[in-house]
Structure formats: structure tokens, C-alpha cells
């Protein structure tokens, strides 16, 4: 069952990198919302590799298809299927890793837990699997910004050392989509793209950090103890390939500020609405969104196939190198914007449904 | 639903800081452990308040009873219910926070969502909740130690900008246990008392780091895709009161380095067994544990409830202030400590079984 | 997690006959609902033991204590936690059955799955689980009532070959309690009385049919596929003890018709809204109710515990004989009512919850 | 969340009569099962329209294609996806069911719960959504005959009022497959088929019963309270299209009988295994399998759209009368034998994989 995510808004996403092709189906989408391939292909494409020379050039149109759920430009209330083709596969770059494991790959895992395994290009351990949760993101995108005209942004924030100045607040997806980097401060992001050119000609690969807000999120969204909406939101981004971590709000630099520096305190706006003056706590207090902005940060380690010859086993347990083939990215944070959005807006989708059921549905008397 | 984590090995936890009591109940555990009540108790002393100077001085035995799914020392495979009464509950304390919304608490939030809350004391946002977590997570320990010695240890890392030097192959339970903050490093728990002690005195609250290490776990654990080790392990601490970030392996610290210094290369060892140089993976590959101990770390924050005055609203939005009455905790981390190993052992334990039902139901011809 | 029943509005039942009591964690119920423990005693007084001389003679108050998520006479939406604690337990009557498996029963098929065994008076298997169950029904039948008027009317239909006519359209709970069989046709009533009386007396048992109707349901719960409304029906009440069949609308009878009978014409009534002339569907077509009333049957086998003296075996495998001890009811199906009752309501909850989520959330543009 | 089945092997469907195509995602199957397209589509061999004069004319070959999952012939443990393409499909004939509702089918509920729906052939509501049920029944099917040898045979026991004869522990799959009718018992088969083939010929549609055994089942299966073996299997089977009713064992006659004539008194045979003289239970006990044959019984309605004329109305609630063009067919049952046992096997794999986790992952001393 772990491939499903969601309790209301849930999504199965099903594939191997080779095989049929990849998808994901999505059960408990409301009813009547217009959606078609094309607003779905839009969010495919910022992930797809191939889209620039600091992401892997195998170049795949990951055209998709909705199989079920939709009827004329509507959604039926039924699973939502959307499959995308496998093509432009090249089994035999992986051939060399049907044998030998690549460090800090889920190779070994996965043969030591199934028995068996897709060798080629990953299998079920692609990023290709993402292509599922990026298309059943954007139809959550899109009903959070019907009902409650919520924006979510993802950025780079970090590659390697290199840390960008940006203001969630101010942030927009155009200033995100104007440099291949998805890094909206042009001049970092120059910087960037530089030692990330760098370590493609070393066979080498670098890591960083994805921010993301989401704004105007409705209040009252997440569920007190396990279903924390922050608790829900680290879930969901670390399951994305090559996370190693999860920050909301002031994460793990608020924990150096005393009480008294880290409390946001409260005010009343002019429009009467209960407001944080600072938003350390990134949008949620006890579990439950407060209306401020959601700000987190996930990060992503170096790209683990890399063209270096590096110490390695093959499944036989004799000690070997390996120098991967194959077309990599040298750094998955650019396509990793896409996935994380995809994510927080499940999540929240998810939420907004949950809350809808339990906290509104009763007559309240007051 | 959302009170209730795991898949097979399942807990719903229930009750408020005031009321009647709160607990767990545990539905599918395997039947014919041994169990006492005095095994759980042991956990909970751990977690309790009032136990050392620099935690809350309200002093709650929280004494546990089985209330039922155990017959003769032994568990029946029928749900564990596990009741921890309140006593020692001053509400007067808090009736101030029927109308005052504390800074950086779940005050506000519970209001806006459900439109009622328990305001003595925290309700169901108080830390109190996490008993039915640490009696479930004592019962999950056992299970895994029986099954496959796997030991979980979690200690205080970091207090404000102190950093203990702590190695996780190394360190002990009772290193642990050895003074009341619970960082086995003696000389850096000294100093960490000695600021907590500060905070406490300015009527402040101080946050760090809690890190875990789980030793002896068995390959195969975790599911590919959404339910991947370190995703249910970041969802499980993430939903711990106070907690704003969490890392696995390398974490943050790992994104500045390149591939080739990041990948952990593999070896066999004298034993034949696959194994790798660094751990960097922090002991998952691929959301599925290799073997090698699993180290993670969750950042808490400074405790939000504070005697400092602070501005903030009351529930009819009027701007005012408030200087938390009520018997506190100055920093949370030495309670979180046994808080933290209880989700790691709850984790654990339900991909154990998950394990065994997928992959070792079927027999395999090699 | 066999114990845990519902999606949105779910509930999980825990203990034994014998131990610290039995009750019920409710988790997701909607937040400020008046509830108070004496309109939840009123359901549990339906059901107890020693409410008639048809029924156990053993005598239990069964008095359920709220010990959470309920504030000043308010749900909170937090946990609902329900107890009743076991008194009046006479374990000595049960001893014999420590070693020998009576006929029909959950004994011998307990120890072969969990190699251990509460013996005294049935444990999980008691119907003394169905307490959780009727208390949560309690609360999910007045949010059925708050919300949408729903009256959920359970009686005894048929007892061994004693049939009843009653008009499920008038059917009222005053006729239903008017004598302790639960029988709405006192003349019937008078004559099943009869016949369980001389089963009582011949350390025998009877079985029959509840038939329950749930009115003023509103249009459109339930969901295609799996989660049809009928189907969740089935599956709450064959979880309930001794059941061994269940019927929605024509059921059985209805396979005997034609298809031109058997449909049940549309037409418009007065007021605009689509009806049908005929309700064999009972209320639901597609697995989704349509406004009419739902109605289904539950077969409950003959009592399996009985005095008259049987051939069974023993622990060890070893052939012996039986004739039981205890109080026991010669008849379950008074008791069994209020169970039927809960489960539906428990059902039309959780769906209503569900079909708020995904079918009224997002604005419809027509 | 309507379209998942399944804790541990667990399957979503999708689909709609019309449209890209149906099928199905099985999520938590074991790796290293050896299975093929060909293995699957002889069971949708069995389901598939077109087969014989009494089942619609329809023809549709409904070859399976399995998308992702399965690599050089094994299942990988990762999710399994079957699609089939939706063929031959003519919306022209349902053209007039966009406006008028079919009388005791879901067009009209739908319509009220979702506001929109795919009227072409039922859409989701089809019986073609079956298509994914019975292929992942193939699978656990093949799981079941492997771990432990259980066969599940299926069979039509009564048409309208004519009722075979047919004894579970000695029927074959030969025998039911001898005939068009999936009836074993040759003579009765024949007068049945000539009733369907008359209604057929009358525009008319005919009802019945099919009766469903498991055998070598092993002892342990299920778990008690809500999730009782006979209770998932109410819901599995009431899922089905056109169900009513569903009966275990003794089912509605077993209430006509005492105690003392029901119940099923143990004895020890000569392997020493505890075992029942007779099977009133079905084969469940308390729940739980008892390792007798699971015998079970479903009511199927009469097919509710025919070519006769009938009385309705449209969707803007004016009546009208519709005889229903399109191919239909007579009598679902020939045709429901192989999706009832697929419901059958999904439960029983579930509660396998679920048995193996709880029950026999710790070591026990004895």
C-alpha cells in the first residue's frame, strides 16, 4: 500500500522508468471541474527531462493521456486515470547495473527486499515515477485556486553553498520560470547554473535546497496530533527522490532563538482578521493552517548516478567500480520544483476536503 | 482520523490535558507478547513532567493501566488500551487562555477550525498527548527487540547554538539516562542545563535538536514511492508537538557536497554481507532500510507557552497582552527524547509486519 | 486493524468481556455537537444484558463514562473516548470453557489464529464489544437527525418461522419499545415471546431476522464501486455477532421476479422531486441512496451457546461433551436491534461526511 | 476514496464503460509471482461480453495489457496496472439515456449526486468496471493455489424460481464450465437457459442466485469485530453490480432452525485436526476461518434495463416511458460467477497477507 497517498483526495501512482509506462490514479476528485490533458501537460513539462543542459538530456515528451475520469472537459467524480507512455527507452545503457549497484541507489535495497528488480533505468525507483504525482498535482492545484484562490511556488533556494535571497511573499511563478534553474533571483541563479555546469563536465553532481510557499491557504486546514498538516506536508516531500530533509517555517535555524524571539506575536488587521506580526511558525500553529503564508523547505542530496568511477559490489557481493552510463541529471533540484508544488498541493487538497467533511458540515449555531 | 498512525501496527491515541484521562488503543498487535504495565511505566517516567528541574514542575505520576487486549501477562491479538487518568490538573491556571490566545500555540487555530476548545491547559494540543504515543511506542520497542534486537536510542544533540559530539554507533541508554537532560555527552549536558536553567529564570523557553539512531534494523524495511521509511520516519516526528524540521542521514549538511563525496560506497564484509564505507544514507536507500543504523534528527522549538509578556488578541480579535501563568517546561527536548524513539519504534514496527506480509508470505523458489 | 470501522466518521472498539472494561475512540465526529452521557445510556440500556426475562439474566448497568472530546456539554473533534467498565463478571462460570471449544462459537477458531485466549465469558468475541458500537451510533444518529432529519428504526422481523408484518413506511420506535421483544406487531410479538420462552426453558435457542429502515435519508450517499452505500451496510452488519445474512430492499425474494416487476418505476411527485412508485431497490440505486427509504434484513443464527449438552472437543483435541454454564440469551435478536441500529446510523454517518468532502465542496457553476 | 479494495492487497479500479478504457492497480502484491497476460485473460475470458446467446451481444475481445509491475514474467512488488481498451463501443445506442433515467439503475443518482455523468452505457457504473476486479482476482487466485492450495469455485444456483442441486465439496470447475450457464448440474441448466433465453426473447430480464465455495482454506483468516471474514466478504460480494443479498453458510435458513440443529459440533479426525461434523457456519467461525470450505451465496436482481416499455422520466423530471436499445443482458449470472469469485479470492488474499503479519511474525515459544 505504499503507493498510495491521500485520504480523501487520494492518488495511486503506478510504473517502472521501462515497462508500459508510468501514471496515477486519483480517487475522491470533486465533480464538475473542468480539466484537460493540456492544463495537465503544462506542469509535465516543467518536470520532463531533457528541458535544458543542466537537466538530463534524454529527451522524453511525456505526452499524457487522460484514460478515465473526464468527460467532456469535466471531471466525473470517478477515478481519474492519466497514463504517460514509456519512450525514447535505452535498456542497454543500464545493462552494466542489471549486475552492479550504484552507491546511495535503491539498487541494492530493492533486490534485498523483492528478490527482483526492474534494472533498467531505476525501475520503480525513477524520478519517472513523479510524473504521476506532478499530473494529480495539478488538478489539486487547481481546485485549491477555484475555492480558495490558493498560489503554491516552489524555487531553488540553494545549490551547494550557494544561497539566493528571495521573499516568499513577493515571489512570483513567472520570475521562477525565467531562468532554467527555477531559481527566481537571476543573479544567484547564474551563479548557479555555473557550478552546476561544472560538475556535468566532472561526471559529478551537486544538491541544494527547494523553498515552497503556498498563499492564501485557507485556516483551519490540517488535523490536530498525527495528521498535523505540517507532519503531512514532511511526508509528502520526503518521499520525493533524493530528500533528505524537511524544514516549515523558521525549521532548524528557529530552534537558536529563545521563546520570546521565536513566538509570533498576534494583532488584529484592519479587516479584523487575527494576524501574525513575524510568521516563524510558517504558516501553521498546533497542526492547523493560521492563514499566513506556508513556507518549507526540503533538501535535496547530490545526484546519486554520477559518470565518476566510484567503489562499489555487484549482487553476486564482489567488490567491483562502477562508472554509471545512462543520461543523468547532474542536479535534480530545477525539476525537483515541480515535485515538491505537486506535494504541498495534494496535501493541502487532501486537507481542504478533510476539513470540509468534519468542521462544516454540521449547522453551527452561532 | 487524524489521531490514529500506522498501517499494521495501528494506535489511536485519545484525550485532553483535562478531562477524564488520555491513552492509546493499539489494534494489531501479534498476540502472545509478554507485557506489564510497569514495562510501559518505565517509558512514561521518561516522558513524564516534573522529573527534573529544568521540565514543567507539575508533578503528574501518570500511572498507567491496561485496560484491556492483555490476559495473563500476555497479549490476546485483540486491541491494547492503555489509560493514563489526569489528576494534578489546576484549571484555574489557564482561565486566563479562555480568552487569550498564547503566541505561537494552537490556540487560535483550534478556535478557528473547530469553534470550541478545551482551553485548560492546552486539550488535546498539550504535550500530555504523547503519553498514549510513548506507552505504544514501549510496547512497538519490545516487539522489535524480540524480533530482531533492534535498539532505539535518542538523545539531546543540540540546545540553542551548544552541539554536543556524540557518536550514535557508540552511545548508550544509560550515557543517556545519566543526567537530566538526556545528552550523553556530560560535559555539553552541563553547560545545556546551565542556559536552560537561565531561560527558566527569565521566565523564557530554549529549543535544539533531538537526534535517534535505530540500531540493528533488518533490511527490507519501508515501501517504495509515498510510504518510504524516511517519509513515514519524517511524518512520525514532524506530528511531535514543537517540531519544525527533520533530517535523515545527511540531512541539510549533506546538499554541500558533491556526489562523489556524498554516495557511500559499498563493500562486503568478513560476514558476506553487503555493507557501505560512510552512512550517509543514513541507513535507507531507496525509502528501504540497508541495514546500517538509521540516524535522524528533529529540530524543536522554543517552548511557545512563556511567562515573558507578549503581545497578542483575544477571541474577540482585542489587541492586549499575556504573560503565561501555569507550570511550564523551559525546553521540551529532555521530554522529547523518549517521545522521538517512540515514533522511530512505531515506524519501525509496522513496516516490520508490512515486510513480512509482502515479501515473506510467498515462498521463494531460491 | 480489524477493530476500526468508518472513513471519515470512524470509530474503533476495544475490550473484552472480562478486564478492564469495554468502549469505543471515535475519531473525526464534527465539533460542537451537544452530546451528554445520558442520551448515549439511553441506546446502551436497549442493549444490555438483563433488560427482560428473553434476554441474559445477568445483570450489568453497563454505565459509559465520556472520557474525552467532550467539553461543557460539547463535542470538541477531538477523540470521543467512551468507557464502560466490567462488573458483575463471574469467571468461575466460564472455567470448563478455558479447555473445551463450545459448538459454533469464536473458541477454536481464536486459539488456532492467536494461540491464547481470553476465555472468561467469550472476550473479544463477546456481544459485549457491540457497547462501543451502539455508544457511537448514539452520536452518529443525532448528527443524522441535526443534519438531515434521519430516523433509523431497527425491529424484529421474524423469529425461527414467526413472521411479522410491519410497514416499514410507519413503523414508529414508541411500537418498537412497546414490549421487550422489539416486535412492532404485538400479536406477532405475543407469539415469538412464546416460543423463546419455551426455548429458555429447553436450554435451547432461537434465531430470526431484524429488519431496520432508515427514513429521510438524503439523495446522493454512497459511492460506485466498492464504498456503495449497500455494501458498507452488508459489511457493518455482518460484523455484528451471530449474523449470518443480509438483504437490502427485495433482496432474496427480489431474484424471483422478472425485470419489468422487479424495477421500480420513476415518476414526479407534487413538490418536483423525483420518486419512485415501487422501493425493491430499498433505497438505493448505483450504491447511492435515492431519498427513498433504505431498507435491509440481517439473518441471526440461534444462539450458539446453549445448556442442552453437546459433542465438542477439548484444547487438546480430545473428544468430550458440553452443556454450558453461564447466562446466556436464549434469544439474541431484542438485543440485536439496537446493534443494527448503530451500525446504519454508523454507516449513513460516515458517507454523509464523505459525500459533504467530494460532492459539495467545490462551487457548482449551474 | 470508493474505488480501493483491501488492506494488505489492495486494488483500485478505474474506468468507464466508455472512454480510454478500464482497469485496475493491485498495490501490495508479493514480488516473484510468476504471472502472464495470457493466465489473466482467461478470467476475463470468463467475464467477457459476447460468450453466448444468453449473455449481451456485445462483442468485446477485452484483451488485457499489463502496463507496469511485472518484469521478464515475475511481479516486481510494485504496483501491478491492467488496462483494457474500451472497444466497440457504440454511444449512439445510449443517446437517449443522456435525458431519460433508466427505472432501478444509477443514471439517476448519479446524476444527483455528481450533477454530471457519462451516460454512455453506464459509465462508471457499467459492468464493465468488473474488468479490473477479475483480473486482480486472477492474481490472487494464483497467490492462494500456491501458498496454499485453495480453490475457488463459483456457480449459478438458481435462476428465477428454479433452484439446482449442487453439492460444494465435490463441484468442478469442469462442471461449471461445461455449460453456457455456469450451472454444474447439467439438467438443471438446461431448463434454466431456456427460461433466460425466453426472457430474452420478451425484451425481459431474469434474477438468481450464484453460490460461491472456497476450499482448503487455511485455519486463522480474518479478524474479529469489523473486519470478520464473513463481513469483507458481504462487502466484496455487495459490491458486485445488481447484488441484493448475500448469505454465509446457513444463511436466511439456518434462523428456522434451534440451537441445538445449528450448531456444528467438533470432532477430531484421524490427522488429528479438530474439525466440524457438519458446516453450518460456512466455514467461519467468530470470524475467523475455521478451515472448513467457505460456502457463501449471492442474490443477483433481474438485469434492470430492458427492451420493454416503462414508465420514467427525463432530467428535467418530465415523465415519459423508455424501452431501452443498446445490448443487454437477459440474465447478469452466467457472467457474475467469475467476478464473485474474484471478490472472494481479493478477500481471502487480503486476510492472508494480513494473517501472515499479525499472527505470525513474532516467534512463539510453544
Known amino acids: 500500500m505504499g503507493n498510495t497517498f491521500g485520504h480523501l483526495f487520494r492518488i495511486t501512482t503506478f510504473g517502472e522508468s521501462h515497462g508500459g509506462g508510468v501514471g496515477v490514479v486519483i480517487d475522491g476528485c470533486p465533480p464538475m471541474l473542468a480539466i484537460s490533458e493540456a492544463e495537465i501537460q503544462v506542469e509535465l513539462d516543467r518536470r520532463r527531462p531533457g ?3 543542466i537537466t538530463t538530456p534524454r529527451k522524453e515528451a511525456d505526452t499524457c493521456e487522460i484514460v478515465s475520469g473526464v468527460f467532456q472537459g469535466q471531471t466525473l467524480g470517478t477515478p481519474i486515470t492519466i497514463l504517460v507512455r514509456n519512450k525514447n527507452t535505452r535498456p542497454q545503457d ?4 542489471a549486475q ?3 552507491p546511495s541507489h535503491a539498487d541494492a535495497t530493492y533486490d534485498a527486499k523483492y528478490g527482483v528488480r526492474n534494472w533498467q533505468g531505476g525501475g520503480r525507483s525513477s524520478a519517472r515515477e513523479t510524473i504521476g504525482r506532478v499530473a494529480a498535482g495539478a488538478i489539486a492545484k487547481k481546485i485549491l485556486a477555484q475555492i480558495a484562490g490558493v498560489e503554491i511556488i516552489g524555487y531553488v533556494k540553494r545549490i551547494k553553498d550557494l544561497e539566493a535571497e528571495i521573499d516568499p511573499e513577493q515571489v ?3 520570475a521562477v520560470e525565467s531562468n532554467i534553474l527555477r531559481c527566481p533571483n537571476a543573479e544567484a541563479a547564474e551563479q548557479m547554473i555555473e557550478i552546476i555546469d561544472q560538475a556535468r563536465k566532472d561526471a ?4 541544494g535546497v527547494v523553498e515552497c510557499v503556498a498563499r492564501q491557504v485557507p485556516i483551519g486546514l490540517g488535523s490536530p496530533v498525527f495528521d498535523k498538516l505540517e507532519a503531512d506536508l514532511a511526508k509528502g516531500v520526503m518521499s520525493l527522490p533524493a530528500s533528505k530533509g524537511f524544514e516549515i517555517g523558521s525549521g532548524f535555524a528557529g530552534t537558536r532563538l529563545t521563546g520570546i524571539e521565536h513566538n509570533d506575536e ?3 488587521d484592519e479587516t479584523g482578521r487575527i494576524r501574525t506580526v513575524t510568521n516563524r511558525s510558517g504558516g501553521i500553529q498546533g497542526g492547523i ?3 499566513e503564508n506556508i513556507v518549507l523547505r526540503a533538501a535535496f542530496k547530490p545526484t546519486a548516478t554520477i559518470g565518476k568511477s566510484q567503489k562499489t559490489v555487484n549482487q553476486a557481493g564482489e567488490e567491483t567500480t562502477l562508472a554509471a552510463k545512462g543520461r543523468h541529471d547532474p542536479c535534480v533540484l530545477p525539476r525537483a520544483v515541480p515535485m515538491v508544488e505537486a506535494m504541498v498541493a495534494l496535501v493541502l487538497c487532501d486537507h481542504l476536503l478533510r476539513n470540509e467533511a468534519q468542521c462544516r458540515t454540521l449547522p453551527r449555531s452561532e
Not at 543500464?94 to 547495473?97: D, F, G, R
Not at 559529478?204 to 544538491?207: A, D, P
Open 51 to 53: 528541458q535544458s543542459r
Open 100 to 102: 552492479v549497484y550504484r
Open 172 to 174: 512570483t511563478l513567472e
Open 204 to 207: 559529478n553532481s551537486l544538491g
Open 289 to 291: 493552517s493560521n492563514g
Open 266 to 268: 498576534f494583532y488584529t
Open 94 to 97: 543500464y545493462s552494466e547495473m
